[in-house]
C-alpha cells in the first residue's frame, strides 16, 4: 500500500543518490592515488639510463617559503618516511624493476618565492585574456557559446593529468612536443621496463604525437558516458589549466618551413599538392614529395598563405591544427586558463609553470637547440606576399593576436 510502496521509492531514489555522489566524488579521491587514465601502452625498449638526481637541497626544517608543500609531504599517506632517491637510485641496475620504483612524492623546497616580475606577467596575460573576452569588439566564430555548447570533437586538445591535477591545450608549432613528452612523464602512461618512463627526451617522437598516448577531453564519452560533460566541468574548475602561444605569423613561418620545406610526404599529398594545383599553375603536380623535392617543386610561402585566405579551404576542411587559430585549439573564452605561457618566453615560463603545479621535482622542460623560427624573418619572409593578402591575413588571426597580447604588426600591414 501507500507506506510501503513510498517507502520503496524512497530507498531507491536515496540510493540512486548515493551512487551518483559516489561517481562525482570518486574521481576526485583518483585523482592522487589511483590511476584513471588511458590503458598504459608498453613503449618500444629505449635505454633508460638511471634518472638523474637533482641535488636535494637542504632537508632541515629551516625553510619557512614552502611550508604548505613541506606539510603536504608529510599528509601523503603510504609512505611514511620519504625515502631519498639520491640513496636508492644509486642502486644495482639489475635490481628488479618494482625495487627500482620508488615513487617519488617529495616535493622541490624553494627557498625564494617566484621573482615578482613573474608573477606580475601571468597576472596580466590572464587579465588581458579576461578583458578581450568580456570586450564586444574583440568577435570571432564561437566566441559567445557556452562550454557545453562546444562540439566534442573540438575538445581533442586538452590533455588531462588526473594524477597531478593539470589539463594542457596543446597548440601545435608552439613547443608541443615538449609539453606533450612531459604531459606523458606526469601521467606514467609509458612504462619502460615496467617503470614509469621518466625521461621526456627519451621518448620516440612517433609516440610523442600518438594520440593513444594522451587521455584527452574528447575522450571522455568513451569512458564516462553522459557523466562526461559534468566531470569535464568539475576538471576544469579544480586543475591547473595552461597552454602555451607563439606571435600567431611566427608560427605559420614555422608551420610552413616544418611541413612544406620538409620533406613530409602526408601533408605534401593532402596540402601541397592542392597549393601547387590551385595557385602555381601545375594541374599535375609531382606524385609524391621525393620526385617533387628531385624536380625542386614545391609551394611557396605565398601560395601558403593564399591556401590560407581562399574560402574553399574552409568548405573543404576546417584548418590542419598546425595553422588553425589558437581560439580555435583551445576555447580561452570557456576555459579560465590559470598559466598562459609564450613560447618567446618558453624557459623562464617552463620553469614557472612546473613549480607551480608542484611537479618540478618530477620533470624538467628539455631545452631546445633547434632552429627556432625568430621573428626578426617576419619581414623577409612576407616579402612575397602582397600587403593586401597580408592585411586580410592578420584579419583571419585577429584574435589570437589580440588574446594573447601580441602586437598588430604594423610594419607588415602598412607598407
Ligand atoms: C650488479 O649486479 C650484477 C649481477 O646481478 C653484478 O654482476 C654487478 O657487479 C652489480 N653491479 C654493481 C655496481 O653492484
Ligand atoms: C575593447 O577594445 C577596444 C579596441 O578594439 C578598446 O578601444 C576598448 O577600450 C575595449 N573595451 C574595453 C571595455 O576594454
Ligand atoms: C556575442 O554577443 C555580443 C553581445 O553580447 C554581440 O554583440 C556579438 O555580436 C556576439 N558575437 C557573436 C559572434 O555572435
Ligand atoms: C599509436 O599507438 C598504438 C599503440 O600504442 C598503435 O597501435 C598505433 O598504431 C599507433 N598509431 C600510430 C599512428 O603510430
Ligand atoms: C637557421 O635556419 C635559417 C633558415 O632556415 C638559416 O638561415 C640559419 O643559418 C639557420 N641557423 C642555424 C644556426 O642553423
Sequence with gaps: ??????????????????????????????????????????????LHPPSQQRPQTSR????????????????????????DPALTDTSNQSEKAEERYIPRREWK????????????????????????CANDS???PGKNRTFDDIPNKELDHLIVDDRHGIIYCYVPKVACSNWKRIMIVLSESLLQDGVPQRDPLAIPRDLVHNSSMHFTFNKFWKR????????MKVKLKKYTKFLFVRDPFVRLISAYRNKFELRNEDFYRRFAQVMLRRYANQPTPPASVDEAFAVGVHPSFSHFIQYLLDPQTEKDM?????????????????????????LETAEEDAEQLLRQMRVDN??????????????????DWFSTVPVEARRELYKLYEPDFRLFGYDRPESLLNE
Aim: a neutral charge; one cysteine or more.
Design 109 to 132: 623546497i624553494h627557498l625564494t618565492p617566484v621573482a615578482a616580475e613573474l608573477r606580475e606577467r601571468q597576472e596580466q596575460r590572464r587579465r588581458l585574456l579576461q578583458e578581450m
Design 60 to 83: 632541515t626544517p629551516s625553510f619557512l617559503s614552502d611550508i604548505d608543500a613541506f606539510v603536504n609531504q608529510f599528509l601523503e599517506p603510504g609512505t611514511g618516511e620519504p625515502t
Design 362 to 379: 618530477v620533470v624538467e622542460f628539455p631545452t631546445s637547440h633547434r632552429n627556432l623560427t625568430a621573428s626578426s624573418w617576419e619581414s
Design 224 to 231: 564516462y558516458g553522459k557523466f562526461a560533460r559534468h566531470l
Design 138 to 140: 574583440v568577435v570571432f
Design 1 to 46: 500500500m501507500g507506506t510501503s510502496r513510498m517507502f520503496r521509492i524512497f530507498v531507491v531514489l536515496g540510493s540512486a543518490f548515493m551512487i551518483l555522489l559516489i561517481i562525482i566524488y570518486w574521481d576526485d579521491v583518483g585523482a592522487s592515488h589511483l590511476y584513471l587514465h588511458t590503458p598504459v601502452s608498453p613503449g618500444p625498449k629505449v
Design 318 to 342: 576546417p584548418f590542419n591544427e598546425h595553422w588553425r587559430q589558437v581560439y580555435r585549439l583551445c576555447h580561452p573564452c570557456q576555459i579560465q586558463y590559470d598559466f598562459v605561457g609564450h
